[in-house]
């Protein structure tokens, strides 16, 4: 029989100063926040801070921007998770059946996600900037320039297109890594069965990869939906509060307009939508432990 022992002093003394961290660095910025969101704290004036309970969480319901910000976040999120799922699973069951000698075009692949995020918004600005190359090319064919950042047609097209250029060899690593563990020997007896490329993708490759492609969805789902980057660099919102997404939107209230308790009730209220995307994730984490 074997029985747990108590932590030693060693480790209760190793462990405390990281404890205390953790909640300097985690706890206080999010109670604070909390604190803020329950008063009516504006920066020009700092001293008057009045409490007012929920009307901050009232004022984000009442405010029209909110939830077209919450729309826009949302058709982000969607589209750019699904897409990037379902093409980094398409280049990671392609390269893994190339076989060995693929380090070059994995690498090529995965360039583009390691590439620093501003310099990605750059590249993007310069390439469908109104004069960038893009126009210019299409200019070459008899077509009239596009203004994709400035259109409300084109802009979240646009915002969606560079996120999947950037975050789809995120999606991929993660699959490709997922299918180095699916056993060889299940493909094979599925041949022999007379099972198709399709049929062994969808009840072989797909069963063994469950867990990563609920991973990846969730992963990109929850950083999506903190999009603020591209947004505040390409479009400010615009045109016509077009890609105005929930963080944007918290950082023109909070930055633009000063209203630091307004802006902490819309960061706690994005705080608890980021949870409860995360939930599923974390109890079936509990499951399989269990």
Not at 135 to 154: D, H, L, Q, S, Y
Request: aromatic share 14%.
């Amino acid at each position: 029989m074997t029985c747990k022992q108590a932590p030693s002093a060693f480790t209760l003394s190793f462990l405390a100063p990281g404890l205390l961290i953790f909640a300097a660095l985690t706890i206080f910025p999010l109670g604070f926040t909390l604190y803020n969101s329950f008063h009516n704290l504006y920066l020009l004036r700092p001293n008057d801070l009045d409490f007012v309970g929920l009307a901050n969480y009232l004022d984000a319901l009442k405010d029209p921007l909110f939830y077209q910000s919450l729309k826009n976040t949302i058709t982000f999120m969607v589209f750019s998770t699904a897409a990037e799922t379902v093409l980094g699973l398409l280049l990671a069951v392609y390269v893994h059946s190339l076989g060995k000698k693929t380090e070059y075009l994995r690498f090529l692949i995965v360039l583009p996600n390691l590439v620093p995020p501003v310099t990605i918004v750059l590249i993007w600005q310069n390439l469908l900037g109104y004069n960038g190359m893009t126009n210019r090319i299409i200019a070459t064919f008899g077509f009239e320039a596009v203004n994709w950042f400035m259109n409300p047609k084109t802009a979240m097209g646009a915002l969606i297109f560079i996120d999947i250029w950037q975050w789809t060899p995120f999606a991929f690593l993660l699959f490709f890594a997922a299918l180095t563990s699916v056993p060889v020997n299940q493909y094979e007896a599925a041949k022999i069965d007379g099972a198709g490329p399709v049929s062994s993708f969808f009840h072989i490759t797909i069963p063994h990869i469950q867990s990563t492609l609920v991973m990846v969805v969730l992963l990109r789902l929850i950083d999506s939906f903190r999009l603020f980057d591209k947004v505040n660099i390409l479009t400010k919102g615009g045109p016509a509060n077009a890609t105005v997404t929930i963080t944007q939107f918290i950082y023109q209230r909070g930055v633009g307009n000063l209203r630091i308790g307004y802006a902490s009730a819309l960061s706690v209220c994005m705080t608890l939508i980021v949870l409860l995307l995360g939930i599923p994730a974390i109890l079936r984490n509990f499951r399989k432990e269990n």
